[in-house]
Each structure stands twice: as C-alpha cells, then as structure tokens.
C-alpha cells in the first residue's frame, strides 16, 4: 500500500513502514521495453533496491532513494507534477503527455530507440502520407497523430472540404494498433517502429515518420534535490559511457604517433607512454564500440603492434 501526496508519503511494506518523505522518488517504467534496460542502468549506477512482490515503491538500500514503479505513459505526468522527482521513460511519451515544457530534459539514454510511423495496408490503395488524409487514422498517439494529420489537413484538404468539416478522423485505441486495418476499423495507424516486424507481420508499410524517440531522464524542474539528482545522472552517464565505449591499447613507433591519434583521438586526448624500447610509445584510448574492428584495421595497416581492446565496466566522464 502506498500513499503518493505530497503532505504524507509513506509505503507499507510487510514487515515496516518507510517514510518517504526524505527521500527522492525516482518514476521506472513498471513494464514494457524499457523496464529491464532501466534495471540494468540501476544496476550499473550501484542504486540497490528491494521490490516487495506486487509493491510499485521499492526504497533503495544506499541511497536517500524511493523507486516508484509506474506505466511509462505516466511518468511524464509525475514528474511534471512534483509527484516524483525524477523519471525515465520515452521521448515519444513526453510529447504525447504534452509535458516538454513542464520537465527538464537530462539525458538521452541510449535505448528504447524507435519511430513513430504513419502505416497504411501494403495491398491499399493509398501510397503516400496525403492520401490518408480525410480517412481514418487509429493509434494510442492521438495527440502526436491528431498534430501530425491536422497539419497535413490544412494543406491536402480542399477549401470545400474545410467548409464541410472534414479532417482526418484519429481515433484512440490502447493496444494492438497494428490490427487496425485488418478488423476495418482504419484505413491507416500511426505507431512505433524498431525492427518493422510487427509492421510487416501485419501486412503493413511505413508512408511517413511523425517522430523519433528514445529513453530519456527527466527531472521536475522545482525539485528540491539537485545534488542528489546531480549524483544520479553522473553515475547514468558513467554506465551509457562504459556501454557505449572500449578502452584500445595499442604500441606504434613514435614517427606514426600523429597518424595514429589521428585514428584514436580519445574523448579528451589519448594516454601516451613511453617504452622502454626508444622508439615506440604506448598509446591508450577510449572508442566508440561500434567502430573498434574498424579502427584496429587502420592502426595495424600504419604499423600498430600489440592491439588490446578492453571492456569498460563503469566510468565517470
Ligand atoms: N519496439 C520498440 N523498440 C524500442 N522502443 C520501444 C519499442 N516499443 C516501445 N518502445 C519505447 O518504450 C515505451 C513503452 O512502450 P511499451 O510498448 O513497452 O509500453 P507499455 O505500454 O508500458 O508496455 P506494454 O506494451 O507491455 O503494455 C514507448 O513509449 C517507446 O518509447
Ligand atoms: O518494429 P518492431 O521491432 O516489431 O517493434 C514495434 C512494436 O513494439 C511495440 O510493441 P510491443 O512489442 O512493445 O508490445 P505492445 O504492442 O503490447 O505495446 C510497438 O507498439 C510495436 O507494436
């Protein structure tokens, strides 16, 4: 049992009851695809929690910290509120929640990367974003959608059917978007798009993209805690660097060094040592992970020796 307003926050776990009112309450997608990318960033950012089975608040072990489980559509809402302090959840969320301006914006995340996409039937008729509108549209955006098609309907929509009344028809449906077409009730969607094999396993296409998003932090902008807040993004940020880069240790003769920074310039500027041996030196580096077998070929084809590439487990940059 929980209670989340502002003058009593407390939660009752089985054996105690936890104020929460000197802590910080941090709003995690209960479920879905960004819940377990956000456990495992908690996880590399040491915030240690316990989850009573079917508690929505978990207090974190060693840190002022509450986590606050909620459906990512509300977390934009809570946080913009004050009801939490701090939240994840996706870009596309926080504009449909029309809370952009109400929160501030910390971190992009780096996962739950998708688009939102105008679909039509692969076998219909319409072909390109113009000719849906004035038909009817289903998706769980209505708000990005209903922006998105009232611009296409001021510019595709004659003056007569201005006169009419007639617009695009955006209706709201909670799930299973992707079937709308086929039970009739669309004649296009508006929904996300990662791999496209839900859109394709429906016999459908993408004609146009509303937006792009992915996971964000996001902060109320009156919380009281920013130095707390501060020490969470910090560690965020340490775990998205040690995911996204290796460390590349390398040795080169001294006359291909400039070359060979050139290659591996490093966040700020590579580590060069020494070697015992006069002419060359050692050179270390963090790159970017998806460009390192790249890189290596480079270094070796100027005459790099001894190429080691190193996991990252957790930094501070
Ligand atoms: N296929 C996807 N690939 C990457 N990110 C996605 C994908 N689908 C959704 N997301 C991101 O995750 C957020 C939550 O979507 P999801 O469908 O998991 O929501 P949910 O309604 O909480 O969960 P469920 O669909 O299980 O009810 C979306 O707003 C979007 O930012
Ligand atoms: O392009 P794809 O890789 O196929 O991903 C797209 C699908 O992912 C999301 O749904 P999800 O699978 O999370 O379940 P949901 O439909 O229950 O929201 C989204 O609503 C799409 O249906």
């Given at each position: 049992m929980y209670h989340l307003s502002k003058r009593y926050r407390y939660v009752i776990t089985p054996f105690s009851s936890i104020s929460l009112s000197d802590r910080l309450l941090f709003g995690i997608?209960?479920?879905?695809?960004?819940h377990e990318h956000c456990l495992s960033l908690l996880n590399g950012a040491d915030i240690n929690f316990y989850r009573h089975n079917r508690l929505d608040i978990a207090p974190v072990s060693n840190l002022p910290i509450a986590l606050v489980f909620l459906p990512a559509a509300d977390i934009p809402k809570y946080v913009a509120d004050g009801n939490v302090d701090l939240g994840i959840t996706g870009q596309d969320m926080i504009l449909e929640s029309q809370a952009e301006e109400r929160v501030e914006q910390l971190l992009?995340?780096?996962?739950g990367k998708c688009k939102l996409q105008v679909q039509v039937p692969?076998?219909?008729?319409?072909?390109?974003?113009?000719?849906?509108?004035g038909k009817r549209v289903v998706s769980s955006f209505v708000v990005l959608a209903s922006a998105y098609f009232e611009e296409l309907d001021k510019k595709y929509l004659s003056d007569d059917q201005k006169k009419e009344g007639k617009k695009t028809k955006i209706e709201y449906v909670s799930g299973s978007v992707e079937a709308a077409c086929a039970l009739g009730l669309a004649d296009g969607i508006v929904d996300l798009v990662e791999s496209g094999e839900t859109m394709r396993a429906a016999g459908l296409h993408a004609i146009s993209t509303v937006c792009n998003t992915e996971a964000i932090l996001i902060r109320n902008?009156?919380?009281?805690?920013d130095s707390l807040i501060a020490k969470i993004t910090s560690r965020i940020k340490g775990v998205i660097a040690a995911q996204k880069y290796v460390l590349l240790n390398y040795n080169i003769q001294r006359h291909s060094l400039s070359k060979a920074t050139k290659i591996t310039p490093g966040r700020q500027a590579p580590t060069v040592s020494p070697l015992d041996n006069g002419d060359w030196v050692e050179v270390q580096s963090m790159v970017c992970k998806d460009e390192v077998a790249e890189i290596m070929d480079k270094l070796e084809e100027i005459g790099a020796k001894d190429i080691l590439v190193f996991k990252i487990d957790n930094c501070r940059v």
């Open positions: 997608p209960k479920k879905g695809r960004l992009d995340l780096g996962f692969i076998k219909s008729n319409i072909k390109k974003v113009e000719d849906l509108v902008k009156h919380s009281s805690n």
